[in-house]
């Protein structure tokens, strides 16, 4: 059984800053894509920042210049540190990983989400 656990969400004022991390465990074999999502009050989700097992590492343009993505393959780990905030990043964030819990079959796994909220 495979689980991501987010961590890190919080209230900030805009301007600030938040790290948010995830980790996966269980049952892995390995994991491709790694990435942060987000969906905020009304909205769609959408991708925030993606990064392959290689490093390669694509950003929604809003947020380009204000967060970074990284992830420890070792750790099976993913993070996303996010500055300069502004209120229109307020949304629940979402870890989500490619991952293959044994040989040959990949899969979509969620985290179960964490609150990122910012004052005006």
């Known amino acids: 059984q495979v689980q991501l656990v987010e961590s890190g969400g919080g209230l900030v004022q805009a301007g600030g800053s938040l790290r948010l991390s995830c980790a996966a465990s269980?049952?892995?074999?390995?994991?491709?894509?790694m990435g942060w999502y987000r969906q905020g009050p009304g909205k769609e989700r959408e991708v925030v920042a993606i990064?392959?097992?290689?490093?390669?590492?694509t950003y929604l343009h809003s947020v380009k210049g204000r967060f970074t993505i990284s992830r420890d393959n070792a750790k099976n780990t993913v993070s996303l540190q996010m500055n300069s905030l502004k209120p229109e990043d307020t949304a629940v964030y979402y870890c989500?990983?490619?991952?293959?819990?044994?040989?040959?079959?990949?899969?979509?796994?969620w985290g179960q989400g964490t609150q990122v909220t910012v004052s005006s």
């Open positions: 269980g049952s892995i074999f390995s994991i491709n894509d």
């Open positions: 989500n990983a490619h991952l293959a819990p044994r040989p040959g079959t990949f899969y979509n796994y």
């Open positions: 990064i392959t097992k290689g490093g390669r590492i």
